[in-house]
Structures are given as C-alpha cells and as structure tokens.
Nanobody, 128 residues
Framework: QLQLVESGGGLVQPGGSLRISCAAS????????IGWFRQVPGKEREGIGC????????NYVDSVKGRFTISGDNANNTVYLRMNSLKPEDTAVYYC?????????????????????WGQGIQVTVSS
C-alpha cells in the first residue's frame, strides 16, 4: 500500500520561494503519476500540476505555469513541488496524490477521482 507524506510547507513572503516534498513508502513512485492539488477553505480542491511516471511529462494549470515545477527523485522515492514567485493567492493546503500508471508519459489533474492515494496535506501561507 502506497503512503505519501508531505513536508516543507510554511509561511513565506510574497515573491518568495518554497519547496514541498512528497515522500513515498510502500511502493516506488516511478510506477505512479503524481499530481499536486491545493484547497482553500470554502473552495473546491484545485489540481495544479502533475508529472508522469516516466518523468518525461509535466503539466500545469495556467495560474502556476512558469512559477511552479514538479520533479522526481527516484533514489529517494520523493517528488518535489518547487514554487517560485509566490503570491498571496497561492495560500492553501497542498496535497500530493498518486495514480497507478506504470511506464506512462501522460498525466492530468482534471479529475482528482483518478488519484487513489493521497498525502495528509500541508499548509502554505504567502503573506507579508
């Protein structure tokens, strides 16, 4: 059973950077598509980006494209979300999630129900 644990959230000033880690246990992440989602209280969960199991494809929503980058470290069985040029509207609880998809070069966060495994979430606050 795959388990995911996020770390690295916190408070950052507008314009700053932060990296969130998503560490996996119970299986290897290179067999899964990894998606990143975020949620603000009172709003629906939003998919913001993903990386395919092959590591060859990354997709991002327009609101974070060019600022956020997802990368994988197979040696440490960890996926990272690097966030640059952070804005107050990026404040949310961030979740990593995994979808079983070995040897795939495709990923999407359009349907969160496709992701079976979820981390516990971690708070990111962008404020001066």
């Amino acid at each position: 059973q795959l388990q995911l644990v996020e770390s690295g959230g916190g408070l950052v000033q507008p314009g700053g950077s932060l990296r969130i880690s998503c560490a996996a246990s119970g299986s290897t992440l290179d067999l899964y598509t990894i998606g990143w989602f975020r949620q603000v209280p009172g709003k629906e969960r939003e998919g913001i980006g993903c990386i395919s199991s092959s590591g060859l494809t990354g997709n991002y929503v327009d609101s974070v494209k060019g600022r956020f980058t997802i990368s994988g470290d197979n040696a440490n069985n960890t996926v990272y979300l690097r966030m640059n040029s952070l804005k107050p509207e990026d404040t949310a609880v961030y979740y990593c999630a995994a979808q079983w998809a070995p040897y795939s070069s495709f990923c999407s966060v359009l349907d969160a129900d496709n992701y079976k495994y979820w981390g516990q979430g971690i708070q990111v606050t962008v404020s001066s």
